[in-house]
């Protein structure tokens, strides 16, 4: 019991001990008091060794120093060198340490390494208690793949991060980040970005004003006005993924993507681009848009991809694809366009409405003049048919196997021709509109003249049958050529119609990128104890300047009286 006691005691005595504050201990090759100018101090000099500080874990070598032994509290001139085990070396031409609060200031050529990373400034604190430094002068920080500079830093060592503030560059072989705050943490490269930020690569540049990347790995996400440039093509969207190895980008929510060569834009809420391919996916109610003769095309459906380079791109729309202009309307299955060939193929189950007409097919297709940007040809192919409401009642009506159609300088069908098999159903009137009589016809070909969508002459090519009915002598169930169809309630008449019956999607919620700590934008608590002390000793060269209130800091503060130490001892030498 009593050896059990003892123990207790013992462990007792020990741990009181181990609370105590440790002295500063010192060697110097040559010591000597001057009250006069220097009360309370010694004046230590190298003469074969340099002047040697240790306390409590970190150790310091200079070649002159001024030691206040009744305050713990010493400054090192020359170079200096202090280290805290294995984990961090400061060296500089000036630097102080205050052994009560364990807090250190280095100025001139200061450069701080640990086992991560190197750090390189004018004036730099040092808080053991909280192992944190700071700079505010001005800073570059290197690690194995980038330079990072900034104003402000803040190193916060057990947590390896940096809190990089004001006018912040990084310095990557592949990209440079621009931003104003900045939160690096050195294991894992982990770079957090706030306010508007900036990542320039060879073949892109990406904005944000919340970011994430990671450097180790050449990827991040971005929010808050997000894009990516890539040389004619930006990128839009509420969140934006992108990845540097192979130049890929996914946005997601009220995408735009810009095409500044071909005049395009296409929106949608979720995309994904290879730059490197020269591909655009893009999903949920995506719109393309594009320039043709001073009107835009539009193209909506349930997916969109563009490819090709800016010189040959092609846009492939499918699943219920859409097509509207002011005086051009249509939807099929899928859509293919071409702007360098001047091509727009409506594949599967197309349909298209021009003014009051209505045309049908196998498959269509838009041919535009590369000249002037108009459109020129209308093909069909295949089962064409072509239904115009009469002025008054009923439907004019023309098919046949195929049809062309040209267009005049005010985008209007001026003129249509259908071949083979051709047969029509037309309601002849007289100029004051009249009804003559229902003209059926079937010939091989047929030719059909308009002017502001109405018909103003047809003629027939190898006719096989024609008669002209009295509106009485015509039932009403003959009315209809075999496959009528009439879709008029269809007409997409607007760009808004383009997203008629489609689903509305409920947008993916963003998780936000983390806010920054803004209370590490500046010094707030670090000059001060876990309990709120000042860390400064009142015989520091930095005490005055610290307190000033001017905003107008030097952060050099190296007192002439004291520079007057290292002449003396040079001289003495």
């Known amino acids: 019991m009593k050896y059990f006691l003892f123990i207790i005691s013992f462990c007792c005595l020990g741990w009181t001990f181990a609370q105590e504050q440790q002295p500063i201990d010192y060697k110097s090759d040559r010591t000597r008091i001057d009250e006069e100018n220097y009360p309370g ?67 001139e050529d200061v450069v701080l390494t640990s086992p991560s990373n190197t750090l390189l400034t004018d004036t730099l604190f040092f808080n053991r208690e909280k192992q944190e430094s700071y700079y505010r002068s001005g800073g570059i920080v290197k690690d194995s793949t980038n330079t990072i500079e900034s104003i402000i830093g803040r190193y916060y060592m057990e947590r390896e991060k940096y809190a990089f503030r004001k006018d912040v560059v990084v310095t990557n072989p592949d990209y440079i980040i621009n931003t104003d705050i900045l939160d690096f943490y050195t294991e894992t490269g982990h770079a957090y970005l706030y306010g508007p930020s900036t990542i320039t690569g060879e073949q892109s540049k990406i904005y944000c004003e919340k970011g994430f990347y990671d450097t180790q790995k050449d990827e991040g996400h971005f929010q808050q006005n997000a894009n990516v440039d890539y040389d004619t093509r930006n990128l839009k969207g509420d969140s934006i993924y992108f990845r540097q190895l192979d130049n890929f980008a996914s ?65 492939r729309a499918y699943n219920d694809a859409r097509i509207f202009k002011t005086d051009l309307s249509g939807k099929a299955d899928s859509i293919w366009s071409s702007e360098s060939i001047g091509l727009t193929k409506m594949i599967t189950e197309p349909i298209l409405w021009a003014e009051e007409s209505q ?18 040809t209308l093909k069909v192919f295949d089962n064409a048919f072509m239904v115009m409401k009469d002025s008054i009642e009923g439907y004019n009506q023309v098919k046949g196997k195929e049809m062309y159609a040209l267009f005049n300088e005010d985008n209007e069908i001026h003129e249509v021709n259908f071949i083979k098999n051709t047969e029509t159903i037309y309601y002849v009137r007289e100029d004051d509109g009249e009804l003559v009589g229902i003209d059926k016809a079937l010939s091989s070909a047929i030719k059909l003249n308009l002017e502001s969508n109405e018909i103003t002459d047809i003629w027939y090519y190898e006719t096989v049958d024609s008669k002209l009915y009295p509106e009485e002598d015509f039932p009403p169930n003959f009315r209809r050529l075999k496959g009528f169809l009439w879709r008029g309630d269809e007409t997409i008449r607007s760009k808004e119609d383009l997203f008629t019956g489609r689903p509305n999607f409920e947008l993916v919620e963003i998780q936000g990128i983390q806010d920054p700590d803004l209370s590490e934008e500046e010094e707030e608590g670090f000059f001060e104890t876990k309990k709120g002390e000042s860390l400064i000793n009142p015989r520091s060269s930095f005490e005055e300047e610290l307190n000033s209130e001017d905003g107008e800091r030097d952060l050099k503060p190296k007192p002439k009286k004291e520079l007057q130490i290292e002449k003396k001892v040079k001289l003495e030498n």
């Open 41 to 107: 101090a010694f004046i230590f000099t190298k003469v074969n060794k340099q002047v040697y500080f240790n306390h409590d874990g970190i150790e310091v070598w200079c070649d002159q120093a001024l030691f206040y032994q009744a305050d713990e509290f010493f400054k090192a001139y020359g170079n200096v060198k202090m280290v805290q085990g294995d984990t961090v070396t400061l060296t500089s031409k000036y630097a102080e340490y205050n052994g009560i609060t364990q807090f250190a200031f280095a100025s």
């Open 251 to 315: 946005a997601t929510n009220n995408i735009v993507v810009t095409d500044t060569v071909n005049h395009s834009i296409v929106k949608g809420h979720y995309a994904e681009m290879y730059k490197d391919l020269d591909s655009l996916f893009i999903t949920k109610n995506p719109i393309a848009s594009s320039l043709q003769d001073k009107d835009s095309v539009h193209i909506a459906s349930e997916i969109i991809l563009l490819t090709g380079p800016d010189e040959n791109r092609i846009v």
């Open 359 to 376: 045309i049908t097919g196998d498959t269509i297709h838009l041919i535009s003049n590369l000249e002037t940007n108009k459109l020129d």
